[in-house]
Every structure is written in C-alpha cells, then in structure tokens.
C-alpha cells in the first residue's frame, strides 16, 4: 500500500524560509513523477514543482527561482526547499506520486497517490 508523510511546515515571517519533506513507503521502484501541490482556503489546489525520474524539474511560475524540489532515489523521499517565502505562499502543501507518465507532472489528475498535507503560514 502506497503512503506518503509529509512533515516540516510551520509558521515563519516572510522572508524565511521552510523545508518541506516527505517519505513515502510501500513501492519499491522510484516514481516516474513526483511532486508537490499547495492549497490555500477557497482556492484550488495548485501545482508547485514536479520532479521526474531522471531528474527533470518543473516549477510553477510563481515560486521559480525561490523553491527547489529534490528528491532521493534510494527510498523515494521527496523534498521542497523553500527560500524568501511571501504571505501567498501560505496553504496546505501536498506531495504526490505517480508511477507513470500521465497527463504531465504539473497536472493534479497525473496523480493517484497523495499524502495528508502539511500547514504552512507566512506572515507579513
């Protein structure tokens, strides 16, 4: 059975920052995507950064250059570092995973398995 964990959110000022973890258990391979997705209250659930098998990284436009996904192949652990962190940046943040290819890392649909979520505010 599938299960992912995240852990590190929190609360910080804007300008900190956050690292957002998360472990996954019962598949042994890696994950063809892998990814994280945030959700703030009364909006949709958006994607972040995405992360393919062969390293492949995919950023929405909004936390490029301040975010960075990794991830460790050995026990398919997912990362989100997170740097000059804003008030916007505030929601519940998802990992997800997916065997395979889809509908592009980016897409929420691509994803079968997603985890419960961790709480991050940004204050201003």
């Known amino acids: 059975q599938v299960q992912l964990v995240e852990s590190g959110g929190g609360s910080v000022q804007a300008g900190g920052s956050l690292r957002l973890s998360c472990a996954a258990s019962?598949?042994?391979?890696?994950?063809?995507?892998m990814a994280w997705f945030r959700q703030a209250p009364g909006k949709e659930r958006e994607a972040v950064a995405a992360?393919?098998?062969?390293?492949?990284?995919n950023y929405a436009s909004s936390v490029k250059g301040r975010f960075t996904i990794s991830k460790d192949n050995a026990d398919n652990s997912l990362y989100l570092q997170m740097n000059s962190l804003k008030p916007e940046d505030t929601g519940m943040y998802y990992c997800a995973a997916a065997r395979y290819s889809g509908y592009g890392s980016l897409q929420a649909k691509t994803y079968p398995y997603w985890g419960q979520g961790t709480q991050v505010t940004v204050s201003s």
């Open positions: 992360i393919v098998s062969d390293g492949t990284t």
């Open positions: 019962g598949y042994s391979r890696s994950y063809y995507f």
